[in-house]
């Protein structure tokens, strides 16, 4: 249990109100991302020869975890490196599978793992397929073949060769990406604007006449700090408005030199991300007088130390090495939090979104070859918010103490959402206390509700914003009950935790 100091001397408030909601939650906003990188996949979600491997070479024991994570949309195989991707050098006999470098990570990719094992992890786990193709180094012919192989019943070489791998039946893969970060210049095959808004618009044109159901996702800016941002998404959507449906996101945060205030206020940041993007996706559509809407994919988001990363020595060609392998404190965890609440406060145009990653590279779930996997601390606010986050968004309008951050300002202490499961009628609150010393007394309205009791207060938080899972030590930090929650005439009180994510659930 944390030690607080004295509380501010104002609670923070909102109302909550059955009238006044967001919008319905899509379950694809609780989806993660399996990138040839590291050990994401080899020994991660797969390691034939594990004592809990199933005969497909899937760990069953991360299998399990993945289950109890939640996960939704799995979106596969990259990230950078689907930029230099073969996809046919995943499909077939494995033995015969061609072993290749991966520049992206400088790699070597055995493609042992391919199409076939994806889907059948994807199935395992009740995912949906979420498939990138690569308009880095290929394009639209080999997209258009790729989506044959995959989708189409049979008859044709390619349907038929998919049948003649295994795979009889077809994938009915429908959410598809059309390249991966392609304004980055660390990118394989990086174009323009105006480069990849032409070649993505003649892809989606050409997987389209095949299928006319997908749903396709164009490349948005790799983060709100690129140069070309906001320019690149009107450029893109320019040529691609009438036939992509979504955009795609891609944020990662860390704190740095120090700075934990600002850290802990990252939100502000992915909420400003958010809001540009769907100004510039209505400003091209008024434009173009259009009636469609373009949603936003968020498919790639999390912490990540990526100073730690660029400071080490690059790998020398190896087979799924050690990269990326943060280990997350309470800390990392309430910043995660709060990046949820934020995806959910946006439910209305974030339909799509992607942890990256889903086993130890930057990841809620870390495994040791030949050994045990366990949960981090970033592992219980994303199960609790695929629990418990089905269902309508209400309006959240928050009044709360502030604090100073150096990069974003006077930040209110408190961020919070709540979902209503029309099924069921109950309400959880997902709410996290920035400040790091005091803990956070907080007042809910509620009006026009039968709620009469708390079913549930859970709370991540630790007297040591260090503290973290280990190999060592698995479950050192695990969410604990909160204390002195209350429900009477029509007010929810409580007192949050400094440094703290709290859910509360009310019936």
């Not at 007042?443 to 991540?460: A, K, M, N, T």
């Amino acid at each position: 249990m944390s030690t607080a100091k004295p509380a501010p001397a104002h609670p923070a408030r909102f109302t909550l109100d059955p009238a006044f909601t967001v919008g319905e939650v899509d379950p694809r906003l609780f989806g993660s991302f399996v990138e040839h990188l590291g050990r994401c996949v080899y020994t991660g979600v797969f390691e034939p020869g594990h004592p809990s491997a199933d005969e497909q070479g899937l760990r069953t024991d991360v299998l399990e975890l993945v289950r109890e994570l939640g996960v939704t949309a799995i979106r596969y195989p990259g990230g950078n490196f689907v930029s230099g991707y073969r996809w046919e050098d995943g499909v077939g006999p494995v033995e015969k599978r061609p072993r290749r470098l991966d520049p992206a990570w400088r790699s070597v990719e055995t493609n042992r793992f391919g199409l076939s094992e994806y889907m059948d992890f994807v199935r395992k786990v009740g995912g949906e397929p979420m498939l990138a193709v690569n308009l880095g180094t290929r394009g639209v012919q080999e997209a258009r073949e790729l989506l044959e192989y995959a989708n189409h019943r049979g008859g044709t070489e390619l349907s038929d060769l998919r049948a003649a791998h295994g795979d009889k039946e077809p994938y009915g893969i429908r959410l598809w990406c059309l390249g991966n970060e392609m304004d980055g210049p660390w990118q394989t095959g990086h174009k323009t604007a105006e480069e990849y808004g032409r070649l993505a618009a003649e892809t989606a044109r050409a997987m389209r006449q095949i299928d006319d159901s997908l749903e396709l996702v164009a490349c948005g800016s790799s983060s709100q700090a690129m140069p070309t941002f906001a320019a690149w998404e009107a450029t893109v959507l320019a040529e691609t408005y009438d036939l992509v449906d979504h955009v795609s996101l891609h944020a990662y945060y860390e704190e740095i030199d120090g700075d934990r205030d600002s850290f802990l206020a990252s939100a502000v940041d992915m909420e400003s991300f958010i809001e540009n993007v769907v100004a510039t996706c209505d400003h091209v559509g008024a434009r173009l007088k259009s009636r469609k809407r373009i949603n936003l994919s968020f498919d790639e988001w999390n912490v990540w130390y990526q100073r730690r990363y660029h400071a080490q020595t690059p790998p020398d060609w190896e087979e799924a090495p050690r990269l990326l392998e943060d280990d997350y404190s309470v800390t990392d965890a309430v910043v995660f939090g709060s990046l949820l609440i934020t995806l959910l406060r946006h439910a209305d145009r974030v339909t799509v979104a992607c942890l990256a990653q889903l086993v130890n590279v930057i990841a809620p779930i870390m495994t040791e070859p030949g050994g045990p996997a366990w949960r981090q601390t970033t592992f219980f606010p994303f199960a609790q918010a695929s629990r418990y986050g089905r269902g309508q968004v209400l309006d959240v309008r928050v009044q709360s103490p502030t604090y100073t951050t150096a990069q974003y300002g006077e930040v209110p202490l408190l961020h919070a959402t709540a979902v209503r499961d029309e099924a069921t009628g109950a309400v959880t609150v997902f709410a996290v206390n920035r400040g790091q010393h005091d803990a956070l007394p907080l007042e809910v309205s509620l009006h026009g509700w039968d709620l009469e009791r708390v079913v549930e207060h859970s709370v991540l938080a630790d007297a040591d914003p260090e503290a973290r899972n280990t190999l060592a030590d698995p479950e050192r930090v695990v969410p604990h009950p909160g204390e002195g929650t209350e429900l009477r005439d029509g007010v929810l009180r409580t007192v949050l935790e400094p440094l703290s994510w709290n859910v509360l659930r009310l019936a």
